[in-house]
């Protein structure tokens, strides 16, 4: 089980690394969640070993949402992005200027931008992961987009 969980967790953690970071905007918290959401996972393997790599990762996202939901509970007043989040950029206040943007967003917009942007899935992988229609993703992300654009006018 150990090799077969090992493979599990290298296929999956950049994913849930990723999305735990825009659920709690601090690489601290972020970690936290996703060696909770890992352990879960470690102890329901059994059943998700049988599973294809998409339920799979649709178990670890919902995994990871029940764990970031119970951590607000616990501090609800913690939640900036990290810049360690946003690509790699060569002005410092441009960073700071998307980590805003990015901040002003929804958490769902959040995950809708990092799934698409920083994790490279399409609308249909997208709307599988968080059970949402594919037109649905497409408008959604195109809303977010919007509103990044408007927040970052000013780089254009």
Sequence with gaps: MDDAF???YQRHLSLIRAMALAR???ADRADDLVQETML???RAFDSLRERDDAAQRAWLL???RHRAIE???KAPDEGE???ALCAPLPDTALRIDVLRALQALTEQERELIVLRYFEGCDSTEIGQLLSLPAGTVRR???EARQKLERALEGWK
Excluded: H, I, Y
């Design 24 to 26: 709690t905007g601090a």
């Design 6 to 8: 090992d493979r599990f």
């Design 71 to 73: 951590a607000w509970r």
């Design 40 to 42: 879960r996972a470690w």
């Design 140 to 142: 959604r992300l195109g």
């Design 62 to 64: 919902v995994a990871l």
């Design 81 to 83: 992005l990290p810049l």
